[in-house]
């Protein structure tokens, strides 16, 4: 994970990064995610509480988590599909 920067200085302004973070099998990953505020997720309506606030990626291609990234990188052109 060349140039990667310590996850305290990623933009949660809600847009999306490229992060890595280790599952609890001791797994590195990589992923697309977002940062969702309690601003971000009341603007989005519907019920949420502060164990929504915080990193979200997909895990496959229709799920979903939450996650604690510990670095992460800008997203290289074209890669925001999701």
Same mark, same amino acid.
Request: aromatic content about 10%; proline content about 9%.
């Given at each position: 994970? %060349? +140039?990667?920067? %310590?996850?305290a200085t990623a933009p949660? +302004? !809600?847009? @999306?990064?490229?992060?890595f973070w280790t599952d609890a099998d001791g797994q590195e990953n990589e992923s697309i995610a977002q940062y969702r505020s309690a601003e971000?997720?009341?603007a989005l309506g519907g019920d949420? $509480?502060?164990n929504d606030? !915080? &990193? &979200?990626a997909f895990v496959d291609s229709h799920t979903q988590r939450k996650i604690e %990234?510990?670095? &992460? @990188?800008p997203l $290289? !052109? !074209?890669d925001d599909d999701e």
């Open positions: 994970m %060349p +140039n990667a920067m %310590p996850i949660r +302004n !809600g847009s @999306k990064v490229r992060v971000m997720l009341h949420s $509480d502060a606030i !915080g &990193w &979200w %990234p510990h670095s &992460w @990188k $290289d !052109g !074209g």
